[in-house]
């Protein structure tokens, strides 16, 4: 009987996780290949999630004696990371002809080890990781070639980032595909496509982390003239954050009735709702390794407007939207892309048909970010339709 293990040997899983894409892969995949999954990981009783199912899919929490921060490195703490990865594998020996198919995520030490475990212990089970990476580090070439030595199949969520492993890595090729993260289309209200669209800018993030660089967000906010426009910030604020934020509308006391921080949105129906509404997603991150809340953005025909991380080139190349040029992580580009993107901004508040999405570029990028086409990916037939007619 086949089965899918979802492999997580992380410190903390949340509730959060099971609605992006390390639930919904699992998840679609079980509703498209008929396949139950169980996902595994580390039992965190303070911060952890305190589900055992998940639309069917069973949630197994592993004990560990040592409460663990972070995942240890085999590099700084052998010793520390052996007994790390021993939790895993001993659940793994003890059920080795259980699972038929494995699902792991990030191309890492951790990783490297787990699969070839995997591999010695029952040389049947099928392994796919999904590499969750826009670009590698030196260290991360390594392990690739390595993983793909004993994975039957990897994805990365970059289209760059697949030449880049088909040109270094080339004896691998067929193993390889750019698999972009979707749009959850089975659980929300498809009245919300039809939602009128409002003069409003929005972002979802998590405010004043160092990659989400909200300074320059508003800086942006604060340099362009907002008409009859709003905008709103939904999402949490890191507590260090707050006195930065008072201090903008201080500076700025006629934007505090034009932006507004409303707080984590936990319902999805109303978080989708939201983008339903607005007309433009700004996205001012350093990085991003792919960015769902940019797919979900352009899902409900909103405007992109971002800084060139994650899938933003991609949705702009191929649909619409403004990407800044330069590279975001080099501060030292702050200067023009805040200028290239303030720019944008205004244009669009001054002529708002300019970001009326094109019908047909809607309904394909509905179609292309649809998790439930995604799974139909002819390397996700491959894995786990092996030796059926496809």
Same mark, same amino acid.
């Given at each position: 009987?086949?089965?899918?293990?979802?492999?997580?040997?992380?410190?903390?899983?949340?509730?959060?996780?099971?609605?992006?894409?390390?639930?919904?892969?699992?998840?679609?995949?079980?509703?498209?290949?008929?396949?139950?999954?169980?996902?595994?990981?580390?039992?965190?009783?303070?911060?952890?999630?305190?589900?055992?199912?998940?639309?069917?899919?069973?949630?197994?929490?592993?004990?560990?004696?040592?409460?663990?921060?972070?995942?240890?490195?085999?590099?700084?703490?052998?010793?520390?990371?052996?007994?790390?990865?021993?939790?895993?594998?001993?659940?793994?020996?003890?059920?080795?002809?259980?699972?038929?198919?494995?699902?792991?995520?990030?191309?890492?030490?951790?990783?490297?080890?787990?699969?070839?475990?995997?591999?010695?212990?029952?040389?049947?089970?099928? %392994?796919?990781?999904?590499?969750?990476?826009?670009?590698?580090?030196?260290?991360?070439?390594?392990?690739?070639?390595?993983?793909?030595?004993?994975?039957?199949?990897?994805?990365?969520?970059?289209?760059? !980032?697949?030449?880049?492993?088909?040109?270094? !890595?080339?004896?691998?090729?067929?193993?390889?595909?750019?698999?972009?993260?979707?749009?959850?289309?089975?659980?929300?209200?498809?009245?919300?496509?039809?939602?009128?669209?409002?003069?409003?800018?929005?972002?979802?993030? #998590?405010?004043?982390?160092?990659?989400?660089?909200?300074?320059?967000?508003?800086?942006?906010?604060?340099?362009?003239?907002?008409?009859?426009?709003?905008?709103?910030?939904?999402?949490?604020?890191?507590?260090?954050?707050?006195?930065?934020?008072?201090?903008?509308?201080?500076?700025?006391?006629?934007?505090?009735?034009?932006?507004?921080?409303?707080?984590?949105?936990?319902?999805?129906?109303?978080?989708? #709702?939201?983008?339903?509404?607005?007309?433009?997603?700004?996205?001012?991150?350093?990085?991003?390794?792919?960015?769902?809340?940019?797919?979900?953005?352009?899902?409900?025909?909103?405007?992109?407007?971002?800084?060139?991380?994650?899938?933003?080139?991609?949705?702009?190349?191929?649909?619409?939207?403004?990407?800044?040029?330069?590279?975001?992580?080099?501060?030292?580009?702050?200067?023009?892309?805040? !200028?290239?993107?303030?720019?944008?901004?205004?244009?669009? %508040?001054?002529?708002?048909?300019?970001?009326?999405?094109?019908?047909?570029?809607?309904?394909?990028?509905?179609?292309?970010?649809?998790?439930?086409?995604?799974?139909?990916?002819? %390397?996700?037939?491959?894995?786990?339709?092996?030796?059926?007619?496809?």
């Amino acid at each position: 009987m086949k089965k899918l293990l979802c492999l997580l040997p992380w410190t903390e899983f949340c509730d959060v996780h099971l609605v992006k894409d390390v639930g919904l892969f699992p998840e679609y995949f079980e509703s498209e290949y008929k396949i139950p999954v169980d996902f595994v990981f580390l039992d965190n009783r303070k911060t952890g999630t305190k589900l055992n199912e998940w639309h069917g899919m069973n949630l197994i929490k592993l004990p560990s004696a040592e409460n663990y921060i972070q995942a240890p490195s085999v590099k700084k703490n052998p010793i520390k990371f052996f007994k790390f990865i021993e939790i895993f594998t001993n659940f793994l020996r003890k059920n080795k002809d259980s699972y038929s198919h494995i699902m792991m995520f990030h191309v890492s030490s951790t990783t490297l080890y787990l699969v070839r475990f995997i591999k010695k212990l029952n040389k049947s089970i099928k %392994i796919y990781v999904k590499a969750d990476a826009s670009k590698f580090s030196k260290r991360q070439w390594f392990y690739l070639k390595q993983i793909l030595k004993k994975t039957d199949s990897l994805s990365v969520e970059n289209e760059y !980032l697949l030449g880049e492993i088909n040109e270094k !890595l080339p004896k691998y090729s067929e193993k390889v595909a750019y698999i972009a993260n979707g749009f959850d289309n089975t659980y929300f209200s498809t009245k919300l496509l039809s939602v009128p669209k409002e003069n409003l800018i929005i972002q979802t993030a #998590r405010f004043g982390t160092a990659p989400k660089n909200t300074q320059m967000l508003l800086k942006i906010l604060s340099r362009v003239n907002l008409k009859d426009w709003n905008v709103i910030l939904a999402g949490t604020i890191e507590k260090n954050f707050s006195s930065y934020i008072e201090s903008f509308f201080r500076e700025y006391p006629a934007l505090k009735d034009k932006i507004h921080f409303i707080g984590n949105i936990s319902d999805r129906n109303e978080l989708y #709702r939201l983008y339903a509404r607005a007309k433009v997603f700004i996205l001012t991150s350093r990085f991003e390794s792919f960015c769902i809340s940019l797919v979900e953005a352009a899902y409900f025909g909103d405007y992109i407007v971002s800084t060139d991380v994650g899938i933003a080139s991609t949705i702009k190349n191929s649909f619409w939207g403004f990407v800044a040029n330069g590279n975001p992580m080099e501060q030292k580009n702050d200067g023009q892309i805040e !200028l290239q993107m303030k720019n944008e901004i205004q244009r669009v %508040i001054d002529s708002p048909e300019y970001c009326i999405v094109d019908k047909t570029a809607q309904d394909k990028i509905r179609r292309d970010f649809s998790m439930s086409n995604i799974v139909k990916n002819k %390397i996700f037939k491959g894995f786990f339709l092996e030796g059926q007619i496809i």
